[in-house]
């Protein structure tokens, strides 16, 4: 188990909020577009410019409602309410994808998984 820890030390990000289940976050993503697919006679040229990863910019802001694991594979649970909808996104805490976390508001709660705010 310490050759383990001791690799996924690495990988671990070191510039993570305290948080808990209840508070508000901004989470900032990076996100991964699929290259365009050109299919006409001049795709041989571009192979290379279609290669390259496009990252998309994305935030979203919600309610913690748990936290999960630890060390590498810890996960958060965030909640939001869009057009009247709730959607609820899972997170690896520790994910590349991740590029900033913010607290917007801290809360107060007495439980450690708020799954009682989905019937709201």
Not at 15 to 23: A, E, L, S, T, W
Not at 91 to 103: A, T
């Amino acid at each position: 188990m310490e050759q383990i820890e001791l690799i996924e030390k690495e990988y671990l990000k070191k510039d993570i909020p305290v948080f808990k289940p209840g508070d508000e976050l901004k989470v900032f993503l990076e996100i991964p577009q699929p290259a365009e697919m050109n299919l006409g006679k001049k795709s041989g040229r571009k192979k290379k410019k279609e290669e390259r990863k496009r990252m998309h910019a994305q935030l979203f802001q919600g309610i913690v409602l748990a936290k999960k694991g630890s060390g590498l594979r810890e996960t958060f649970i965030v909640r939001k309410i869009s057009y009247g909808e709730g959607v609820e996104r899972t997170f690896l805490l520790h994910s590349p994808f991740i590029k900033k976390i913010e607290v917007a508001k801290q809360n107060k709660t007495r439980r450690a998984k708020l799954y009682y705010l989905r019937k709201v």
